[in-house]
Structures are given as C-alpha cells and as structure tokens.
C-alpha cells in the first residue's frame, strides 16, 4: 500500500525555520517525483516545490531562496526546509508523489498519491 506520512509542522514566528519530512512507504520515493503544497485557509491549494527522480527541483517563485527540498533515498523521505518564514507560509503541508517521476511542476493533477498534511502556523 503507497503510503505518505508527513511530519515536522508547528507554530514558529516569522523569521524563523521548520523542515517538514514527507516518508514513503509502499515505493521507493527516489521512483517517483515528490512535490509539497500548501492550503491556506479559504484559499485554493498552491504547489510549493518538488524534486523528480533525475533530482531536478522546483520552487514557486514565493518561497525561491527560502525552502530547500532534498531527498533522502535510503530512509525514503523527502524534506522541505524552511527557512525566513512569513506568516503567509501559514497552511497545511502536504505531500504527494507522482508516477511520472520526470515531473518537475508542483501541479496537482500530476500526482496520484497524497499525505495527510501537516500544519504550520506563522506568527507575527
């Protein structure tokens, strides 16, 4: 069974850092490509970043120079650290693994499996 955990979310001021996991079970996670989004509340859900099993990365502009993804092949996971956090970084983290594991685009279409989020909270 394809399974993804994530873990990692809190209440951190802006400014300050957080590295949420995404750990894969049921596949190796370095098949597949693996993205992170993110739901504010009332608003529609936003792909953040993601990395493909060629290890090519992508961040929207919003968080460019801010979040690093990376993955971590032999205890399948995938990270996204987070760093100078703003109180719009606020919403639920999720992540989801794709299939097609060129994918290089945090679009949710693309993606067949998601976790159950993890929530961070930014305060001013």
């Known amino acids: 069974e394809v399974q993804l955990v994530e873990s990692g979310g809190g209440l951190v001021q802006a400014g300050g850092s957080l590295r949420l996991s995404c750990v894969a079970s049921g596949f190796t996670s370095g098949d597949y490509a693996i993205g992170w989004f993110r739901q504010a509340p009332g608003k529609e859900r936003e792909g953040v970043s993601c990395?493909?099993?060629?290890?090519?990365?992508y961040y929207v502009d919003s968080v460019k120079g801010r979040f690093t993804i990376s993955s971590d092949n032999a205890k399948n996971t995938v990270y996204l650290q987070m760093s100078s956090l703003k109180p719009e970084d606020t919403g639920i983290y999720y992540c989801a693994a794709a299939t097609n594991n060129i994918v290089v685009v945090p679009i949710g279409d693309f993606y067949d499996y998601w976790g159950q989020g993890t929530q961070v909270t930014v305060s001013t």
């Open positions: 990395i493909n099993s060629l290890g090519r990365t």
